[in-house]
């Protein structure tokens, strides 16, 4: 029962060593000291709902078959289930309507400190809410949209607006299972009522409503924060970054932003290169400051300002273990609360600046819209101001500048590069994929966990995937993962990617893995998944397209989240390790064959990457005959006949 298999990792390296050496305590220790897992809740078997229990069911039948109430095996992993997907839900929507909030107050004068960089972006999104574009200042547009947009978020009745840009098909089939999202917060709301003792007890209705609740954050809270950022920060475009923590500097002031909403970190990418900033640097001896970041938070200013990536996840103690972060500030998600102890070990100030998460051990400065680079200066200041007390004796950077990397590619950015500045289109990424130059596409995703078995379980996938001529798209932790491992470049394609593949990435010049942000930026997978229908000649709805998705080292709620909405939408998700519904025979066939009669989506998990690249190559491959396009060869490492 006990996932035994903590992850011996090169990500870990010397500085791992380090902390082991002084006796800091890390991810790792945490997560061996954690060992065995408890079996009931792996398997899906524990409630505390009520305070008649807490309460578990006994895998073997030998112990209880319910709970106090009567609840069974199927009822309490379906309501822990929609719990958890209601919980990343509310994380991704939450980060919307903050975005939502910023772009209001732009329009009603309350911030100075922000504006509406893509235009072109606000008229468009405008017009699916059915605002009046023609004759009007963009402030009003953006007024109208912002308003239009926070109040989905209560909305009651009718459907989502951006749900609108998936196929007829999968509209259709949420209509008719009664999947479609009316409101963002009302869904939520629903599924933490349904989920109370003596509520819901289906675990087919309740899971009906766990795929609404997830279809809510990918074509709801995420599209909204991914469109509504790039109206304010303007769209992503490829650009040469760096990414891992070689991208720390020994003579300069090291700021780290970690976390997700990306509008303190905005700031402090234009703080950090204020003059008066930058000379007060000098002045306490810092050849200049040095700006990165960690997890999400990174992903934002990697793929719309070119800073470089320091890590991901696993690595946020690392980068303390440097002994080079002057400061490292963090909004939420993802911030593990042990930081203060690591950064105490050290000069470094850690400081938490979001009013819904405060850790205890960090200074707090409290981020608002209204002094928002006030707010980035005084913490840039901050971290100068403590430059001096580094003691460079305890400087361990890893060797290197950082690995390069072209991150920065959107759903728009596919019809310029494929198709051309004069004509923009999917046709040439459709002709591709139907004359076999390209296989298909895989969205490669997600967190990274200590339990994993292989040291670099995104990479080998990845690498596994181009070479048999998968276009790979990427955000979140994985991206980064895979950054490092040197394949976000046009030059993986020479050394990975298989001919057609090659060919294609040589013809354009893009990397053969294509980085399009952060993990709400997943629903850029959707919309491109949309523009591929709309461009014809590949399938005419989600679930027949020869694409597939993966996260191989998923550990977040809001993994889970997102893997529904894929499923919901009609796509193959891989998880490198199943979520907590095996110890119900009743869910477990849910998961592995009821849901796929529903959305046309299906689940599966494997932890052998190889083995999860076959799964999801033998899925594109059984598109592509569905739909009569040319056969392809499999060239797979796992021993194993295509
Ligand atoms: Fe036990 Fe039922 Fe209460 Fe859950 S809801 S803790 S199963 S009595
Ligand atoms: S940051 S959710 S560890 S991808 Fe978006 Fe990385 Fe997973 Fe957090």
Redesign the pocket.
Known sequence: MSQANIKKDAIQGPLYERAKAQGIETIWERAVSQEPHCGFGTLGLC?????????RIDPFGEGPT??????DADT?SARNLVRHIAAGTSCHSDHGREIAKTLQMVATGETKFYKVTDEEKLKTVASEYKIKIENRTITDIAKDLAEKILAEYGQQEGELKLIQRAPEKQKQIWRKFFLMPRGIDREVVEAMSRTN?GVDNDYKNLMAHGMRVALTDGWGGSMIATELTDILFGKPSPKKAKVNLAVLKEDEVNIIVHGHVPLLSEMVCDAVSSPELIALAKEKGAVGINLAGICCTANEILVRRGFPVAGDFLQQELALMTGAVDLMLVDLQCIMPSLPDIAGCFHTKIVSTSSKARFPGMEHVEFNEELALPIAKKIVQMAIENFPKRDQSKVCIPKGQGQDLIPGFTTEYVFDMLGGKYRPSYKPLNEAIINGRIRGVAGVVGCDNPKMASSDSHAILVKELIKNDVLVVQTGCSAAACGRAGLLTPEAAFEFAGKGLREVCEAVGCPPVLHLGSCVDNSRILTACCEMVKEGGIGKSLDELPVAGAAPEWMSEKAIAIGWYFVASGLLVLFGMPFPVYGSDNMTKYVFEDVAKITGGKWAFESDPLKMAKVMIEHIDSKRKALNLKPMIYDNNTGVAA
């Open positions: 409630c505390k709902n009520c305070n008649l229990g807490p309460c319910c709970g106090v109430c009567g609840a309490i003792i």
